[in-house]
């Protein structure tokens, strides 16, 4: 569990960083006000992802790799 939070919280530092660089593109912050559909999906619940199962991990990395897409899943729009 360890790995797997230290992971997740590598990925959100390097997709900071990411952003950080992207977002002095033009447009880009209007583009992202005008989009109301990503607040829409934030607010309305999921239902795809209702009795979704994971798998069973057998080893440590394997665990590791469940929790950082399991966490980087859980962020998308």
Not at 18 to 47: C, H, M, N, Q, Y
Request: glycine share 10%; proline share 3%; net charge positive.
């Amino acid at each position: 569990m360890a790995l797997g939070a230290g992971a997740a919280v590598l990925l959100r530092i390097i997709f900071v960083l990411i952003i950080t660089a992207i977002i002095d593109f033009p447009l880009l912050k209007f583009v992202g006000g005008v989009l109301l559909w990503i607040a829409i999906k934030l607010v309305t619940p999921d239902e795809s992802h209702r009795g979704a199962r994971v798998g069973v991990a057998d080893s440590l990395w394997r665990a590791v790799k469940i929790v950082a897409v399991a966490d980087v899943g859980s962020r998308r729009c």
